[in-house]
DNA sequence: TCCAAAAATTAGCCTGCGCTAACCTTAAAT
DNA sequence: ATTTAAGGTTAGCGCAGGCTAATTTTTGGA
């Protein structure tokens, strides 16, 4: 199991570009592109800042290019993006076992945390949780994304079948509102549900957990990672 | 058991506003004053940073007067300060008990979490660390002084008497190098320990630990609280 | 093809928090 | 009493990282 054998002899970067390019991180991995304007939108700051830090983070080397389509991280810039993941993960997995923070709190506990965790500490975290490989909503560490394979948004789930709850995505976590819905509802990794009705003019679909209905919006439903079936 | 019952609504300070109102807290309870240059010393910052700081300190209202004898911590510069120093001091027992962390290491991973704890996580942090009154190296928490009661410097224990280690100052716990020394002599909370020899003139004190030796000088030594008088 | 909306950039401003160099002030020590 | 050392302050600088307002560039749709 490779943690991506990390030498990481550059200087951290500062928690201001850390946060950028955890986020950078995702963006080019789901949606294939970085586009600033959303940045800005996730981050909350105005589209120039996000133009300025965009320079300083090209002099040191953390992104290469310009423009729409063509800003991309570097090696160095994807290793420490890679690095501040997996310090937030092991730092939400700690708030969730040992603090017993629910998981709908431990997001924004953890992105101020995981600029303060050294690699010593990192190491000791992973060790103390067992070596995870997916976030506590479901979210895949870097390098181990192939635990994903398999689970699909659950706007893909065909009406009638049963499935479970494996993943909540990570711009999911942004929206502490939505976060706070889906864990009253119940619906967080492991629930098992079904999907009983999609109506796609009006862009929702409704899911039974129990004896309970809850209609969930396209955007909010796609954000939500299903393992089909479940037995054999 | 009162916490100071913490009302808390200011904003709270920078990061670095923090780290300067926890380590005048200190310098104000046992040494009775505040003095810029020893500031300067301690924060490893030039002696003119500390001046500006100061100003900033004194319009946000953590702090009131000016020069040799007048800077005096504010009420609200003391709530502030008691309420990171916690942080702190919860922060180093969740990296001894829960992540194994040898306590000359916890400090200065703390001086970085400190600043990143909410108040919600500082009570569910209280809660599974069982209210503690002391901080791994012996230091009490604001408002529980008393338990301090008792233990001296180990510089006023007289030649033949068998003491326990209580408590290693905070201001030792800036260096790194007199923590890590004290550790592997096997120097820490709980040790048993018999002052053999002392030498006032060299500044020096023998202490004996099981079959070992270990000569100390009198600066490292006051930083050194015991408990007297273990057995009736 | 052209145009409007979206995205990006530049200019100019601000605060926090560092620094050095120079200069006061205060407190000891001779 | 005078002198020296310790402590403190001011001036002037730099960088990170925010902002608004104005402008330019891109791009997808009519
Ligand atoms: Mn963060
Ligand atoms: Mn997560
Ligand atoms: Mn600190
Ligand atoms: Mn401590």
Redesign the interface.
């Known amino acids: 199991m490779p943690h991506t054998g990390k030498p990481e002899n550059q200087p951290r970067p500062t928690p201001t570009v850390e946060d950028y390019l955890m986020t950078m991180y995702v963006m080019e991995r789901d949606y294939g592109e970085i586009i600033a304007a959303r940045l800005a939108e996730m981050l909350n700051v105005a589209p120039a800042t996000v133009a300025m830090t965009f320079r300083r983070m090209e002099r040191d080397q953390w992104l290469t290019g310009k423009g729409r389509h063509g800003v991309h991280l570097t090696e160095t810039g994807r290793a420490a993006a890679s690095s501040v993941i997996r310090r937030h993960m092991l730092t939400e997995w700690?708030?969730v076992k040992?603090?017993?923070?629910p998981i709908h709190?431990t997001h924004d506990?953890a992105h101020?945390?995981e600029?303060?965790?050294?690699p010593?500490?990192e190491e000791?975290?992973r060790e103390?949780l067992g070596d995870p490989q997916v976030c506590p909503h479901g979210n895949p560490f870097p390098g181990a994304e192939e635990v994903t394979r398999g689970w699909v948004p659950l706007t893909e789930v065909p009406v009638g079948e049963k499935v479970v709850v494996r993943r909540i995505h990570e711009f999911a976590e942004n929206s502490p509102e939505l976060l706070t819905f889906l864990v009253e509802q119940g619906i967080l990794p492991g629930s098992q549900t079904e999907v009983i009705e999609t109506l796609p003019f009006n862009q929702t679909l409704t899911i039974r957990l129990g004896e309970k209905q809850v209609t969930l919006g396209y955007p909010a439903a796609r954000f939500l990672f299903v393992e089909r079936a479940v037995s054999a």
């Open positions: 700690l708030l040992v603090l017993k923070v709190k506990e101020n945390i600029h303060a965790i050294s010593e500490l000791r975290m103390s």
